[in-house]
C-alpha cells in the first residue's frame, strides 16, 4: 500500500480521537487540534478535506507547511515533535500533521488546554488537567529521565551536541540563549538538577557504555551455509546512539554484496546493495530508538547471513507483528531519544517507517520481510534473492519486466547467450 492509498483508507475509517480533517487551513483551529492529540493519545490531522470526505486540496501547500511549521512550534507549549508535509492525492496536495502523545503534559496552546473526546477536541476540565499532570509526574520516572549518576559534561561529546543545536535550529525556532550545550540540554529534559540523565548518556556520551553497559550494539558478517556458524566480522559497537549509526552504516557498506539489475529505459547496469538501505536505515533506526535500555540484559543485534539479515532488540512492541505493516500512530518507548533523533533528521514521519521498509523491499523486487514480536523482544528479517549457499553474489532482477528489456535489446540471441550477456553486462 503506497502513501496514498493509506491516506485515502484513512479518510474512509473518518474522524476519531486520533483522527480530524479540515477544509481549509485555520491555525487556530490545528492548534488546539495538535494540543488535543498531544494530550491525549497522539494522532494526524489532515488539511484539504471536505465534511463528506472530498479531497479539496490545498493551495501553495508548501508555502503553509513552512508556516505551520513555525507556528506550531512556537505556539505549543512545551517543544514536541511534530510532523508535518505535503502529500499527493487525487492529483491535489494536502497536508498532513502528526503527533505522538506528548511526554511532557499538559500541553498549552495559547493559554488554553485542550482533551479530545472522541472525534471533538474540547477544552479540558480541571479533573482533565489533574490527571494529565499526575501522567506527567509518571513519565518523569520513566528510565530515560532517571539520572545517570557521575556523568559530567567532559564526558560527553560536545561536538555532538552543537551538530544537533544545529540542525534543530534549522526545524524550531530555538531561542538565542538555549544554544549552549547546557541550557540546550535542560531545554529537552536531557540536564536535570545538576546532573544528565540516561537519555542524555544514550544520546552523546563518549562512552556510554561505561555508564550503561547495556547500550553496546552488535552486529556481524556470517557467511556459511544456511545456518551461518562462521563470523567473518563480528563487533561490539559501544559509541553513542550517532557514532554507533554511522558504525553500522560502514559495516554494511563493507559486507553487503550487491545485485545488478536493468531499468526499461537504461541499458546500462544499476549497481545495489543487495538489501535496499533505506529499508536497513529505517530498521536500524527503530531499534535503536524503540528498544528497552532498562533491563541489564537488553541488546540490539544486527546479523548479516547470506540469504538474510536480522535486526533484534530487546523490549516488547506496543503493536503485533500484522498492525506494524499498517498505518499506526505509537507512544514511543523513549520519547526523549525519540524527540532529539528526529530533529536530526534521522526519523522523518510518524508511524510511516515499517511501511517505507514494504514499499522499498517490494520496489527492490525482494520478498516482504517478517516481524516477530514478543514479551521480551523484536526482530526484523530481511530476505534476499541469494540462495543460503551464497554461490551467487550478482543476482539476476527478479522482476519480470526487466528481463523483457535485456530480451528486447538483444535481438535475436538465444535465451542461454542471453544469460551468458546479462553475466557479462
Known sequence: MNNEELIESLIRQGKSDQLEFLQVVNKETIGKTIGSFLNNEGGQLLIGIGEKKEVLGIENAERLQSELTEYLNTEIIPESPIMISVEPLQNKKIISIKVWTGSKQPYIFNGGIYYR???????????????????????????????????????????????????????TKLE?????????????????????????????????????????????????????????????????????????????????TTSSKFSDNDWKRKDNYIFPMSALREGIINALVHRDYFSISGSVSILIYKDRLEIS?????????????????????????????????????????????????????????????????????????????????????????????????????????????????
Open 117 to 171: 473526546k472522541g472525534n471533538q477536541t474540547i477544552k479540558a476540565t480541571s479533573t482533565e488537567i489533574s490527571e494529565l499532570i499526575h501522567n506527567r509526574q509518571s513519565t518523569e520516572l520513566h528510565w530515560e529521565r532517571q539520572l545517570a549518576m557521575g556523568t559530567d559534561l567532559e564526558d560527553l561529546d560536545v561536538d555532538e551536541i552543537q551538530k544537533t543545536i544545529k540542525e534543530t535550529i534549522n526545524k
Open 176 to 256: 538565542e540563549y538555549k544554544k549552549e550545550p547546557i541550557a540546550f540540554l535542560t531545554h529537552f529534559g536531557l540536564y536535570q538538577n545538576g546532573s544528565f540523565t540516561n537519555a542524555a548518556v544514550i544520546l552523546f556520551a563518549k562512552n556510554p557504555a561505561r555508564f550503561i553497559p547495556q547500550s553496546r550494539v552488535r552486529i556481524a558478517f556470517l557467511q556459511q551455509g544456511k545456518t551461518g556458524d562462521k563470523f567473518l566480522d563480528d563487533q561490539l559497537l559501544e559509541g553513542n546512539i550517532f557514532e554507533n549509526i554511522g558504525s553500522i552504516l560502514k559495516f554494511l557498506e563493507k559486507h553487503l
Open 313 to 425: 532488540n530487546s523490549g516488547k512492541s506496543p503493536l503485533k507483528a500484522a498492525e506494524l505493516k499498517k498505518n499506526h500512530l505509537s507512544m514511543p518507548v523513549n520519547p526523549d531519544i525519540a524527540h532529539i533523533i528526529f530533529l536530526r533528521g534521522f526519523m522523518e514521519k510518524i508511524g510511516r517507517g515499517t511501511l517505507k521498509i514494504l514499499d522499498a523491499c517490494k520496489e527492490a523486487g525482494l520478498g516482504e520481510p517478517v516481524w516477530r514480536t514478543n514479551e521480551n523482544d523484536v526482530k526484523l528479517t530481511f530476505f534476499s534473492n541469494v540462495n543460503s549457499n551464497g554461490d551467487n553474489a550478482t543476482i539476476r532482477n527478479p522482476n519480470k519486466k526487466h528481463e523483457g528489456a535485456i530480451e528486447g535489446a538483444i535481438e535475436g540471441a538465444t535465451k542461454s547467450l542471453k544469460l551468458k550477456l546479462t553475466r557479462w553486462v
